[in-house]
């Protein structure tokens, strides 16, 4: 599953359009960028309390999985035991080599 990929990426930046309901989560490593992008989103939650310590690693994606409601849900767990929530009606991934490498 692609979303896998992002296991060990950095967690950089969030970025969310409340009027057109999209957002980007920006994520970098093994020489990678990847840009998640959510359109017609309807929930976002983020949890950043360290229950493991800190960190902006990813630690497991879960989904996406259909909702009964028809859209999507996207769960991303950080190494700091923090979890992301997105419920979405399309979710995207994508890479390109990070600055600098081959």
């Given at each position: 599953?692609?979303?896998?990929?992002?296991?060990?990426?950095?967690?950089?930046?969030?970025?969310?359009d409340w009027v057109k309901g999209v957002s980007f989560l920006q994520f970098e490593g093994d020489h990678r960028r990847w840009s998640l992008r959510a359109e017609g989103v309807k929930k976002m939650q983020f949890l950043r309390t360290f229950p493991w310590g800190r960190s902006s690693f990813v630690n497991d994606v879960f989904?996406?999985?259909?909702?009964?409601?028809g859209l999507q849900s996207l769960q991303?767990?950080?190494?700091?035991?923090?979890?992301?929530?997105?419920?979405?009606?399309?979710?995207?991934?994508?890479?390109?080599p990070a600055a600098g490498s081959v």
């Open positions: 599953m692609k979303y896998q990929s992002l296991h060990d990426a950095k967690l950089i930046a969030v970025s969310f989904g996406p999985t259909d909702l009964p409601d991303i767990q950080v190494q700091s035991g923090d979890t992301i929530e997105v419920n979405a009606q399309l979710f995207d991934l994508l890479s390109e």
